[in-house]
């Protein structure tokens, strides 16, 4: 079975800029959370959906956005590019949303902003 | 304020030996404590979790951890290292009423391996 997976792998962007990153969740799994790792630090909470309704928000401007599709895949939408947005951006799985069940990251997307 | 703290940066140890990595927190309740292992350049893989019942729970590759309410630690243990183990180790905690399943991280600690 695959896995959570997310692309691009890497990409490189200039300042202003538009970002999509995008997630598939595994499969049967409704629930799609999205985390922001600054090199050095541990992830910090951007957004959860779960059915397609954003479910949960981390302390992030509204540059940051994100949807939910009816199959469940994600994206995550960051307008206005700022270098402080380099960072790896994981999405995490689970299959519903309450607290507690086994979530599961991909391996991230490395956003460069130049 | 509710916070994850994992004391120690960097963390070397010989091939072999034992390893204990440290994670408090500080919340009104016990939560939900997982530890996960992100190699690098990779996503985060988790190795165990703690949500009620037995303190010392076991998880993959080894890994145990120990929940003590006493002293709001979830201390990640191995017996004896090997190479494959270097890594960052991130202990994360979910609120047991929160909404959602938000994961707040501790700042993770590094393992480097001597051989």
């Known amino acids: 079975d695959a896995g959570v997976t997310q692309s691009p792998t890497h990409l490189i962007k200039t300042r202003g800029q538009h970002v999509t990153l995008r997630c598939s969740p595994i499969?049967?799994?409704?629930?799609v959370s999205w985390y922001q790792q600054v090199l050095g630090q541990g992830p910090q909470f951007i957004f959860q959906?779960?059915?397609?309704?954003?479910?949960g928000r981390g302390n992030f401007p509204d540059r940051f956005s994100a949807r939910q599709f009816p199959n469940y895949s994600s994206e995550l939408n960051v307008n206005a590019l700022l270098l402080g947005d380099s960072a790896l951006y994981l999405c995490?799985?689970?299959?519903?949303?309450?607290?507690?069940?086994?979530?599961?990251f991909g391996s991230g997307t490395r956003l460069t902003v130049v | 304020a509710q916070s994850v703290t994992q004391p120690d940066i960097h963390i070397t140890v010989s091939e072999g030996a034992s390893l204990e990595l440290r994670c408090n927190y500080s919340?009104?309740?016990?939560?939900?404590l997982f530890w996960y292992v992100q190699s690098p350049g990779q996503g985060l893989q988790l190795l165990l979790k703690?949500?009620?019942?037995?303190?010392l729970v076991q998880g993959i590759k080894g890994f145990e951890a120990e929940f003590k309410r006493s002293q709001s630690s979830f201390n990640l243990r191995k017996p004896s290292v090997h190479w494959s183990d270097a890594a960052e180790y991130f202990c994360?905690?979910?609120?047991?009423?929160?909404?959602?399943?938000?994961?707040?991280f501790g700042g993770g600690t590094r393992v480097l391996v001597k051989p």
């Open positions: 995490a799985s689970s299959l519903i949303q309450n607290q507690g069940f086994g979530y599961t």
């Open positions: 499969s049967g799994h409704k629930s």
């Open positions: 959906y779960y059915e397609k309704e954003e479910r």
């Open positions: 919340y009104g309740a016990t939560p939900y």
């Open positions: 703690y949500f009620s019942g037995d303190t």
């Open positions: 994360a905690v979910v609120p047991v009423k929160a909404a959602g399943n938000k994961l707040t």
